[in-house]
């Protein structure tokens, strides 16, 4: 399956919007794609998982390394996943207490309540 990736702009967070499949042969796309927004100069990040169909470990693995990147830039970075599959794999990893984890954009980029879904 392929990989989309589209980014856009909400309350001062660049939103990249991720849909298909992160696994071993599309995750170095969405790595690449991640590199480029914080070397351009994002910092304020949310990765919207919405329309992600599955996520193996080389996903995961990314995604560690995103946050880690935004950190040593001294940005923030932020999940949006609201479905239970992946919410799962979250869980079963302890990813689910390293990630803040939104259940949509407006509460990730503060126009909700900003409750994070972390159970």
């Not at 991720?18 to 480029?36: C, F, K, N, Q, S």
């Amino acid at each position: 399956m392929e990989l989309s990736l589209a980014t856009r702009t909400v309350a001062e967070h660049t939103v990249l919007e991720v849909g298909g499949e992160v696994d071993v042969y599309t995750a170095p796309r969405l790595r690449e794609r991640l590199v480029e927004l914080v070397d351009a100069g994002a910092r304020n990040v949310i990765v919207d998982l919405a329309g992600v169909d599955f996520l193996d470990s080389t996903g995961l693995g990314v995604l560690v390394g995103a946050m880690k990147r935004l950190r040593v830039a001294n940005g923030t970075f932020g999940l949006v996943c609201s479905k239970e599959p992946l919410l799962k794999i979250f869980r079963i990893t302890a990813l689910d207490q390293v990630f803040p984890i939104y259940p949509s954009i407006e509460a990730a980029t503060g126009d909700g309540d900003g409750s994070g879904l972390t159970s």
